[in-house]
């Protein structure tokens, strides 16, 4: 789906607007349903584990549960042209999304009453927490091909990329700021409860919402000319995606993939260890949570009202250059933070700036790789560009705790080996840079696609 530069320009007083329409509604509640276990198997995870004393180096390994978001690859073939157990007359998509809606759910409720110190300890919680990445994947599986497939043309898909993207936003504020309130006056386990009844919100979408019919059509025609279950249907169904995609795009596809690969690392990095930090700075939650739910939330809109924009003006490649620079200054900004201690202004602003820049880069890399999928193989495709985009990063940031530890076992203070550690996050954004730029000068003149 190649975006065409007539698009119109979706911002926030925009997008906001076309929340009246019941499909762009659901794109925000399905957005929101999106992001909501991302942090709660991540950063704020780490933060629930840090409160009860685990070490850096644990609970760094722990984050590897999100490599089921890297690994999502490799079933999406199966979401894309089976029905979900049990929900299959909702449709394809709908039917995945509510099923793993649920099954996030159970698991955060199963997490809430084992806790870290309950039977099993770390290994059990550790496993529940995978069965919230897996069942989460799958949901986006799932809905990042009901957003793509649900968009007439390329501007509804911008209208509803920005849109998802603001849900998916505000349940990261929720995980990453409200629940600090909760579990300042009512625990983690209680806080982990209510995250569970939130999903709720994605379920309600998923249950009023029609299926995407725009892609109906492809898809019974392939499954009626090839079912899955027979040599030829298989392999259109797991083979046939990439094929497509190295068709269409040629030589650029292996260094589009590259790119897209180390686009996020600085910020997968810093994920394991920012609750650790806030917690060994000394900051009460709530003062955190309400940092994040008011200067962070304000940052968070305007990097992605900027980021659809530039994606518009500035067309996808020279968005996803801009972003890749502030992305590494956002991450930096937090060694100022570790250097001159837990001052409010200094924390707050370190924070804002951060946000700022996650946002923008988030909506400029959402944008372009949803303008590379081709329709009868979106969910597939997708789920390959955002499992690229994961690889490396949630490798890498298993060793983020150790890497703390390790500069502070080496004589230096915790708070020095954090300043290091966010400076040399922030440096890790040089290479993405650079492929952008790569990318861009080998980009086709007059080609259709990232205009």
């Known amino acids: 789906m190649a975006a065409n530069a007539s698009a119109k320009k979706y911002g926030f007083r925009e997008s906001l607007a076309a929340l009246k ?188 919402t029609p299926e995407p019919s725009r892609a109906d059509a492809v898809m019974e025609e392939k499954a009626g000319a090839a079912p899955l279950w027979t040599p030829r249907g298989f392999v259109d169904a797991v083979i046939g995606p990439f094929v497509a995609f190295f068709k269409t795009h040629g030589a650029l596809a292996l260094l589009m993939l590259l790119m897209i690969s180390v686009y996020r690392l600085p910020e997968f990095l810093i994920g394991p260890v920012a609750g650790p930090f806030y917690s060994d700075l000394g900051l009460e939650k709530d003062v955190v949570g309400g940092v994040r739910g008011t200067v962070g939330l304000l940052a968070s809109i305007l990097g992605i009202a900027a980021g659809g924009i530039a994606a518009v003006r500035l067309g996808y490649m020279r968005s996803l250059i801009v972003g890749a620079v502030l992305q590494g200054i956002g991450v930096a900004a937090y060694a100022l933070v570790a250097i001159f201690g837990p001052n409010l202004a200094l924390f707050s602003a370190a924070m804002a700036t951060d946000n700022f820049c996650y946002a923008f880069a988030g909506v400029a890399l959402i944008t372009y790789m949803s303008s590379l999928t081709s329709l009868g193989y979106t969910a597939t495709q997708y789920a390959l560009l955002s499992s690229t985009y994961t690889l490396f990063g949630k490798f890498l940031k298993g060793f983020s705790g150790a890497v703390v530890d390790g500069l502070n076992q080496q004589g230096r203070t915790l708070m020095e080996s954090y300043a290091i550690f966010y400076v040399g996050a922030g440096a890790i954004a040089v290479p993405a840079l650079v492929l952008c730029l790569v990318l861009a000068a080998r980009q086709p003149k007059g080609a259709p696609a990232p205009a």
């Open 21 to 208: 329409n019941p499909r762009v509604a659901a794109m925000l509640a399905l957005g929101f349903a999106s992001g909501l276990p991302f942090l709660l198997t991540g950063a704020t995870f780490g933060y629930w584990l840090r409160d009860e004393g685990t070490t850096l180096t644990a609970i760094g390994f722990l984050s590897w549960v999100g490599l089921a978001y890297t690994f999502k690859v490799l079933w999406s073939p199966f979401i894309d042209r089976l029905p979900a157990p049990f929900f299959g007359k909702l449709g394809r998509r709908r039917g995945w999304a509510l099923l793993s809606q649920l099954a996030v759910a159970g698991a955060l409720v199963a997490m809430a009453i084992m806790g870290p110190h309950g039977p099993g300890g770390l290994a059990t919680i550790g496993a529940l927490a995978l069965v919230v990445a897996f069942a989460s994947a799958t949901q986006d599986i799932a809905v990042d091909a009901w957003r793509i497939e649900a968009a007439a043309d390329a501007d509804e898909l911008g209208l509803f990329t920005s849109v998802f993207q603001l849900g998916y936003r505000a349940a990261l504020l929720v995980t990453d700021a409200l629940i600090l309130v909760f579990a300042e006056y009512f625990g983690w386990p209680i806080s982990y409860v209510l995250m569970a009844v939130f999903m709720g919100i994605g379920v309600f979408a998923a249950l009023r």
